[in-house]
């Protein structure tokens, strides 16, 4: 996998935490969300229009891909969006959503009919282990944030999983800018009728909330989400996936420069047990060149 392609995935993908952050202040999840998908659904469909790459695609492969985008991105998005909302630091949202490889990897076997070593389980463990100490240090710090808060964006990293084995079982290439067009029309749709009906649609008059949108835009949605599938469709779940682990650290350190979020050494702690869960599952999986949740190659 190319180094730079992965370095920037992995600090566009962390940047959605923090513009989340950015954007709580001034405005409600579902508003951020509306504006953040309308103006690259627009953008995006004004490209489509004039590629061929639709061609051949049958309504069956659009609406498997709305309903990818609707696990990846609508299901995934508000659960973090929400959480972050409520107070959980963006360092413990993405450690809890990086978690998915090793959920999908253990989800592996009974669903794909793939194996999963024994290493493998070991790892999975680790990671929830990590996750628990990062949690707990975080709930400990935090100061009016409900437990259940901290419930949230495990929903979102199943809807995540939900979406890579649903992915996972096309049959049919889809071109990545195919892809995301149909994933950002699905979100945008979604989020702008939750806005509309909850009376949340119209943004603050806020620069604050306009710096939060087009960083996510810029960053998030065309840098990391677009990288995201641009690198599964090269490399596969697994490489990908383990990528994933990598938002944890590099979020946790941009929420405690940016916003003085808890870094003690609980959180390093727990970020390591995760780190280590990545190096234990990548080595359990005795198929070199094969995904732990579905063969790409």
Known sequence: MNLLLSAAFVLC???G????????????????LMWRFLPPAAALTAVAAARTSWRGLTARDVARQAAIGLLSQSGYLLTVYYAIQLGVSSGTTALIDGVQPLVAGALAGPLMRQYVSRRQWFGLCLGVS??????TADAAAGVGVAWWAYLIPFLGMLSLVAATFLEGRSRTPVAPGVAMTVHCLTSAAVFTALAVTAGAAKPPADITFWGAIGWLVALS???????????????????VNTLMFLMAPATAVWGALMFGEPFGSQTVLGLLAALAAVVIVRHGDTRPARDLARDTD
């Open 221 to 239: 949605t065309f840098g990391g989400y677009g990288l995201y599938w641009i690198i599964l469709r090269r490399s596969g779940v697994t490489r």
């Open 130 to 135: 990590g996750v628990v100490i990062v949690t």
């Open 13 to 15: 993908w962390s940047s």
């Open 17 to 32: 935490f923090i513009g989340a952050k950015l954007g709580a202040g001034s405005a409600s999840a579902i508003t951020i």
